[in-house]
């Protein structure tokens, strides 16, 4: 039997919608997103993606709190990948790259505009090329946002021009109203034409709500990496509230069997994202 390839397991703990979700596990303090994260680092995940709030609750890009983040990150979880969000809710224009100068390992990168179910969620070319200038002037990876077409292109494109690192990193994102549906058909098409365009890439799929494990197995079962977490969805199934996000991550380990993969240690996930390996305690 073939040996069961690595998966990177992606938990993401929080998310950017101001309100705190209906349900109660989702972290929102610093505290709290501490003591998720680690949970779900000793479920299987080896890569956090993180959002902050302020004490109200509300998405913020404040590097103090991302700074208090991967302190306790980097205390709690030895090795594990820190990937900070530079979405559009939690601040306007250059706001959202105000923790890159922390260098986490990575950082999210949109290399596009589209829309989201209720607003434009806004990339203006002149702050995407901000953005990965600051990520290569601090030495931190991008993970590549696609929720639309254009936008794996435009990084190929900026990946060509210097702009970005490679081999490139992306992330799939399936399932946003007004995006990406989650479609198979569509779904392989990414997957074939990023390897065409950029054949040393890495890839993660990511499904919100239900498709959340619609698209863990689609990427266990093509060979990518998967994301799953209270940020995407809160649920395990119909009936049920996810109790954690180590809930969420549990599930996606279990899955990883029935594909022939198993997830990774946090020494293979820096492998194979091309990151330099953790630094001593
Ligand atoms: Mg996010």
Redesign the pocket.
Known sequence: MAEARPCIITV?IT??LPQKSDNPAVPISIAEQIESTQEAFEAGATLV?A?VRDDAGRPTSDPDRFARLMEGIRKHCPGMIIQL?T?GRSGTGRERGGMIPLRPDMC?LTTGSCNFPTRVYENDPELIDWLAAEMLRYGVKPEI?VFDLAMLFNAVAMAEAGKIVSPLHVQFVMGVKNALPADRETFEFLVRTLARLAPDATWTGAGIGRNQIVLNRWSLELGGHCRTGL?DNVRLDRETLAPSNAALVRRVVELCAEYGRRPATVAEARAILRLPPAAPA
Do not use: L, M, T
């Open positions: 993401a998310g950017s993606h959002h969000s979405g999210s946002e940020e």
